[in-house]
């Protein structure tokens, strides 16, 4: 349904896009997942038509988004990063013109305009003005609005940004439910919405792509290493040796780089819980065990490890999945 | 052609949803109110002279419409930064130009159909004028061809200036520059005719060729040249070309 070829868009000397390829294929979810600045709009402009890229081709349904944009342009529908309202303009109103300019027959219109207000619960805003809506309101104003002319390809970009909890749970709902009819690529940087929402996962970074994964596969990147955070009241390097003995320890860190406070975090093997035994080694040892919890890798340090990696070309999700675990040292 | 439609129509709603329109005609009806009570003053006051001395006609339209609408196209040049300003500036500083681009129409219907609807304002304007012409013909009896020679000329000095203001404003996203850029403009369009006694045989034809005011002269007498229709059209055929060619640089900038 969509594919990208080589991809790549220069905005002077920085590059924002650096030769990515994907495929999505219909009716297929995909997650386009990637720190601030890593190109994700960047790439969906470009699938959009809204602007050129540099080098490689892009097609949506079949139709090259460069060469043959109208056609393209009329399969697509996009969310943008805002919302793009018109501020003076009721929903209606505003959904109605959408309409028009995608092309919706007049005689349709009325009906499409009800329908997607409904399907973006939006109904009962619908003669209020766009400026008037709060943040949710617009989102949802906004996802109406690149459903309005029923597009095989829909692309959201950050679509549940800055909504409350239960509005990131109905919008997701209703993304899922959108799925099979459409074609779907959303961005996000949040790494559980892509896990809720997606079948295919592309994770990219400074422009490159880094990952190609089920989210499957992701989540269980994430469960990777098991880490526990210990405080125990003694010191020096024979804690950290006498730690590392325990068996199903993987390795054993300072949890504070730079004073020695008798904090650690101690990495197990994947699903073995070693706390009953890191308990008794440490309290026959009569350290005096502080304080022992399970040590939660936070999305952000997920992110990071996942997108800090140098690698030279994407590489395929069998490798990545390697170069994760190859990152740990064994004890 | 229904796009240029759906686009002029929403730009026409938004000056109108706004207080943007009335604001804009307002300030234009009243300096041309005070024009329209001073000439037609001293057109009375000359007529009863004249009719004491029991010779020569006055006209109407030479005396009153033509002076009122010249003084109008100066008006016009600055009120007019203020109906294009916002046209492309704003929607690239909200975002809704991603809406417009992303959309299955060409940028020429984008374009035009911002030209229409910023036309489609002045127009307005322009229409609320002949209530003042209108007292002319109840209590008068003016000629009507100079009066639609003169309206025809101010539609398409006007659509000039649109499509100059639409060029200007599609290189900022903030309308406040486009405003003063625009204006600017027009002023230098204007005055530039003034040169054109002191400037000498040769350059004095070309800065008042330029003046964009200056063509609207013979409008207002009366007279359709086709010197002036060309001139004007191409100022809007190379306002809106450029616009297009404006708006292409910046999809590929980004």
Redesign the interface.
């Known amino acids: 349904m969509i594919e990208v070829q080589h991809l790549t868009?220069r905005?002077g000397r920085v590059t924002?896009v650096d030769d990515v390829s994907f495929r999505v294929e219909p009716g297929e979810i995909l997650g386009f997942l990637g720190p601030n600045g890593a190109g994700k709009t960047?790439t969906m402009?470009i699938l959009?038509?809204?602007?050129?890229p540099s080098e490689g081709r892009a097609t949506v349904a079949g139709y090259d988004v460069f060469t043959q944009?109208?056609?393209a342009?009329?399969r697509?529908g996009?969310l943008?990063?805002?919302p793009?309202?018109?501020?003076?303009?009721t929903v209606r109103?505003y959904l109605d013109?959408?309409a028009?300019?995608?092309?919706v027959s007049p005689g349709d219109r009325r009906t499409r305009v009800d329908a997607v207000m409904k399907r973006a619960h939006v109904d009962d805003m619908a003669s209020r003005h766009c400026g008037k809506l709060s943040k949710g309101y617009r989102q949802r104003v906004g996802i109406a609005?690149a459903l309005i002319h029923n597009p095989e390809v829909l692309i959201l970009d950050e679509p549940t940004a800055g909504l409350d909890p239960k509005q990131i749970i109905e919008t997701r709902d209703l993304i899922r439910g959108l799925a099979g009819d459409h074609t779907i690529v959303l961005s996000t940087h949040i790494l559980p919405e892509v896990a809720q929402t997606c079948q295919r996962v592309v994770i990219i970074n400074k422009g490159r792509v880094v990952a190609v994964d089920t989210p499957d596969n992701l989540t269980a990147r994430l469960r990777g290493a098991e880490t526990l955070y210990v405080q125990v009241d003694a010191k020096g390097p024979h804690v950290i040796a006498g730690l590392q003995k325990v068996p199903g320890v993987t390795r054993v860190a300072p949890a504070d780089q730079r004073t020695d406070s008798g904090a650690f975090e101690v990495e197990s093997e994947r699903g073995r819980d070693i706390r009953r035994d890191l308990a008794r080694e440490i309290v026959t040892r009569g350290w005096g065990l502080l304080e022992l919890r399970p040590m939660r890798m936070s999305l952000e340090e997920v992110f990071l490890q996942v997108t800090t990696e140098e690698v030279e070309a994407a590489p395929t999700p069998s490798e990545t999945e390697a170069m994760v675990e190859g990152e740990v040292p064994h004890a | 052609m229904r796009n240029v439609m759906a686009i002029a129509e929403r730009e026409l709603r938004s000056y109108f949803a706004s207080p943007m329109a009335y604001v804009i005609i307002g300030f234009f009806l009243l300096p041309f109110g005070v024009f329209f009570f001073l000439y037609l003053n001293m057109f009375v006051r000359n007529s009863m002279q004249m009719g004491q001395f029991g010779g020569g006609s006055q006209n109407v339209n030479q005396q009153v419409i033509r002076y009122v609408l010249q003084n109008a196209s100066v008006i016009i040049l600055f009120i007019m930064p203020m109906i294009t300003m916002r046209t492309y500036a704003e929607e690239k500083r909200s975002g809704t130009i991603e809406l417009l681009l992303t959309s299955p129409v060409s940028d020429v219907e984008i374009i035009l159909g911002k030209f229409f609807g910023a036309l489609g304002l002045y127009v307005a304007m322009l229409a609320v004028t002949l209530l003042y012409i209108g007292i002319l013909f109840v209590y008068g009896s003016p000629e009507w061809k100079p009066i639609i020679s003169a309206y025809l000329g101010l539609l398409l000095m006007g659509a000039a200036f649109v499509s100059i203001g639409l060029l200007i404003s599609s290189t900022t996203n903030n309308q406040i520059v486009a405003g003063v850029v625009t204006f600017v403009v027009f002023l230098l369009f204007w005055i530039i005719g003034w040169f054109a006694d002191s400037a000498g045989p040769t350059i004095g034809p070309i800065t008042s060729y330029l003046s964009i005011t200056e063509h609207f002269d013979d409008f207002s007498k009366g007279v359709i040249d086709t010197k002036h229709v060309i001139y004007y059209l191409s100022l809007i055929t190379f306002g809106l070309f450029l616009t297009a060619k404006s708006v292409d640089t910046e999809r590929w900038r980004g």
């Open positions: 868009k905005y924002a960047t402009r959009t038509g809204y602007m050129p944009p109208i056609e342009k009329r697509t996009y943008p990063e805002t793009p309202l018109y501020p003076d303009m109103e013109f959408v028009r300019i995608k092309g609005q």
